[in-house]
């Protein structure tokens, strides 16, 4: 090996013209940047959304409502799917290992059971919120609601 014949590694260098070394590369002076203004200086950089000073579009449009951040947010199981799961696997009891196990809900959801079907057999149901009417039909067949 001798410094004549030293080469980058294939694949390092992806510019053919280097730009910015002297009259002669051809590309020297300016540097193919232009005269004066923002993008001729050097540490030009564009803000995210800049549109060369008319007014951003994330500032033109309407801003409307807002974004709880208090907000819990729950995965809504009805009756009528607690009954199916019961009557599938022959359960008396219904929680949260149960809903994840069959794909109803994953482990960082939190569960609102919703009286929406009928419920015909006695069940146990353990979630993180019922409504009332949830509540009144899983007692009406004898069992019980728990919330977590």
Do not use: C, W
Request: aromatic share 6%.
């Amino acid at each position: 090996m001798e410094l004549y014949n030293l080469k980058p590694a294939e694949g390092s260098t992806h510019n053919s013209k280097r730009i910015g070394r002297g009259y002669g590369s051809g590309k020297g002076r300016t540097a193919t940047r232009g005269h004066k203004g923002a993008k001729a200086r050097s540490g030009y950089k564009k803000k995210i959304g800049f549109e060369g000073g008319q007014m951003p579009l994330q500032r033109r449009v309407p801003k409307f409502g807002f974004k709880n951040i208090n907000r819990v947010e729950y995965k809504a199981i009805n009756l009528a799917t607690i009954q199916k799961l019961v009557d599938d696997k022959k359960l008396e009891k219904v929680g949260i290992a149960e809903l994840i196990e069959a794909g109803f809900v994953n482990s960082k959801q939190l569960v609102k059971i919703l009286a929406n079907g009928e419920l015909t057999s006695k069940v146990d149901v353990e979630a993180h919120a019922f409504s009332e009417s949830a509540i009144a039909k899983i007692a009406e067949k004898g069992g019980n609601a728990v919330k977590l």
